[in-house]
């Protein structure tokens, strides 16, 4: 059986200028959602991060996915630079940077409230490839 507590899974990665704290567990399997990973973006409130939204279903999802919990910039224990324009862009940007870092080309993407507004802006913003 894995490990898959909040210590066990708990990495980090630079997103350009920032680190971006996440939790990862799973593999891709290639028969289901044709092995792309699947990222989790949490809610806003006091105290939101990854863990606190998603961790319990972390188990579940990665019998069948390489899953990433990602603490959004400004939350959890990523850095948490200025916002100087709409949170939405400001945090897609980085989830971009963050996904060149890790080499993932593409994903399926969930968001949780705030999380939501992330990859809606990321899903307009950063289509990619065709």
């Not at 350009?16 to 092995?35: H, P, S, W």
């Amino acid at each position: 059986m894995s490990d898959f507590s909040k210590e066990a899974t708990r990495k980090s990665a630079k997103a350009g200028d920032i680190t971006l704290n996440y939790y990862e567990a799973g593999e891709a399997k290639a028969d289901v959602g044709a092995g792309l990973p699947f990222v989790m973006l949490h809610g806003g409130g006091p105290g939101a991060s990854a863990w606190s939204n998603f961790g319990s279903a972390l188990p579940r999802f990665a019998e069948n996915f390489r899953t990433l919990l990602v603490d959004q910039p400004g939350f959890g224990q990523s850095d948490k630079p200025e916002v100087t324009a709409n949170y939405f862009r400001h945090s897609a940007s980085y989830l971009v940077k963050f996904l060149d870092e890790l080499q993932i080309e593409k994903v399926h993407l969930l968001g949780n409230s705030l999380g939501g507004g992330t990859a809606t802006r990321f899903a307009l913003e950063y289509p990619g490839p065709g």
